[in-house]
């Protein structure tokens, strides 16, 4: 009940537990840093093999890859998803704020006309309409000199 055996090894070969191992296997009571296990044969040189998710990290030890710190494929796709929910949700904002809002009964609804806060002003604006004047300028327009040339000359 609970007796341990021990082992005298050979030289070059280390004990753990009730087996001798290669000593290059087996470092600070473990063997192949707690996460493998020892192979060796007669006159073949012995390595660890690691478990499923370690990998070789030293010499004879099994450890966690350095790869396993990067973001695993679940986390990725995790990531997209997200990304493309919110791409989604920005353009169904955008669509709702220009083509839905914009519309009372289906009809694309116009401004409304801006009261006149100046009416001397309008009416000053619409005489020139009547006119023919320009908007832009206080001369008259080219076509409605009497002796305008089809050219200009500069």
């Known amino acids: 009940e609970g ?3 021990n082992c005298s090894c050979r030289q070059g070969w280390a004990s753990h537990g009730a087996l001798c191992y290669p ?3 087996v470092s600070n009571g473990l063997i192949c840093g707690g996460n493998g296990r ?5 006159g073949v040189t012995p390595t660890c093999v690691c478990n499923e998710g370690f990998s070789l990290t030293g010499d ?3 450890g966690v ?7 695993s ?4 796709v995790a990531i ?3 990304v493309l929910l919110v791409l ?3 353009a169904g904002f955008l669509v709702w704020w220009f083509v839905i809002r914009p519309r009372k009964g289906g009809v694309l609804r116009e401004r409304a006309p801006q009261k006149d806060v100046n009416p001397t002003k309008s009416r000053s604006l619409k005489k020139q309409v009547a006119s023919g004047a320009s908007f832009h300028a206080d001369a008259p327009l080219l076509s409605q000199l009497s002796n305008a040339n089809s050219s200009i000359q500069l």
């Open 3 to 5: 007796a341990s055996a």
């Open 23 to 25: 000593a290059a296997c």
């Open 38 to 42: 020892c192979v060796f044969e007669n």
């Open 60 to 62: 004879f030890v099994c």
């Open 65 to 71: 890859p350095a790869s396993s710190n990067k973001s």
């Open 73 to 76: 494929a679940g986390t990725t």
């Open 80 to 82: 997209v998803v997200v």
């Open 88 to 90: 989604a949700a920005a």
